[in-house]
């Protein structure tokens, strides 16, 4: 993340195929996979809309937390799908939209008023 936020998209792309490996998680490799091939043809935001698409793939049968997904709408651009995938780990309860209000993935939403108000229903504070 830390590699991604300095704008080091190779980097962050290499570490999270090497940790999707060393845990044999052969999903999360598959969509690391994807979003290298997309980088490559079209750059970042197309590989974070490659992220996108396959997490909502894999969360047909599997469990995909929510703010996952709405994290790689949010880093293409597409607020109102990430909010969409915000509301829907809302209302699951999700344990990762706990980062809502601090995440730097975020900072893009946080002047929408879509964002203070379920940050209301969060009863978190802004």
């Known amino acids: 993340m830390v590699y991604e936020a300095?704008?080091?998209y190779d980097l962050w792309?290499?570490?999270?195929?090497?940790?999707a490996a060393?845990?044999?998680?052969?999903d999360?490799?598959?969509v690391f996979k994807a979003a290298r091939l997309e980088y490559g043809k079209a750059g970042y935001r197309a590989a974070n809309k490659r992220i996108a698409e396959v997490l909502q793939e894999q969360s047909?049968?599997?469990?995909?937390d929510p703010v996952s997904i709405a994290s790689a709408y949010t880093a293409f651009g597409d607020k109102d799908k990430a909010f969409f995938w915000l509301?829907?780990?809302f209302a699951e309860?999700?344990?990762?939209?706990?980062?809502?209000?601090t995440a730097q993935t975020f900072d893009s939403l946080r002047s929408d008023p879509r964002y203070a108000n379920l940050l209301r229903r969060m009863n978190i504070p802004q």
Do not use: F, H, M, P
């Open 22 to 26: 060393l845990n044999k998680d052969t």
């Open 28 to 30: 999360l490799l598959a």
């Open 93 to 101: 309860k999700s344990d990762l939209i706990r980062v809502l209000k």
């Open 6 to 8: 300095q704008g080091k």
């Open 87 to 89: 509301e829907k780990a």
């Open 13 to 19: 792309l290499d570490e999270a195929e090497k940790t």
């Open 60 to 64: 047909k049968r599997v469990y995909i």
